[in-house]
């Protein structure tokens, strides 16, 4: 548990950004998840996958249907909480995509760095470097 102090959402800039969303982000649930760039489609991000640095925390979801397209924007500069599965990272220790919207501890140098631990409810609080 972390306490009393807790970063989400916390935005270190204004540096949102719309980019269309590939098919591993369905709907709404999605929101507030992990996401990286999906290298096969310009301007496109997908839920971060096993292995994947991740680009920002997804901050919205928009369907649009009638285009043919969905749309979201990403927030690549914030504190926030993701939850982690598998052996939980530690403090200041780097972590990547997991796959289904989870990450998991980095042997190496990455974008978001941990400054939280929270095991019983399998999260971490991260900053975005």
Do not use: C
């Not at 269309?20 to 997908?46: E, R, Y």
């Amino acid at each position: 548990m972390y306490n009393k102090i807790r970063h989400q959402g916390i935005r270190t800039e204004s540096a949102n950004a719309t980019f269309f969303l590939n098919d591993t982000i369905t709907s709404l649930a999605d929101v507030g998840k992990p996401v990286s760039l999906d290298p096969t489609a310009n301007f496109t991000v997908g839920l971060s996958q096993d292995g994947e640095d991740i680009l920002g925390y997804l901050e919205s979801f928009e369907d649009r249907s009638q285009d043919g397209i969905k749309t979201g924007a990403v927030s690549p500069k914030i504190y926030t909480n993701f939850k982690y599965t598998g052996v939980a990272p530690v403090i200041g220790q780097w972590i990547v995509g997991a796959g289904g919207g989870f990450v998991k501890a980095s042997a190496t140098r990455a974008r978001a760095l941990v400054e939280a631990v929270d095991t019983d409810n399998e999260e971490v609080s991260v900053t975005f470097m």
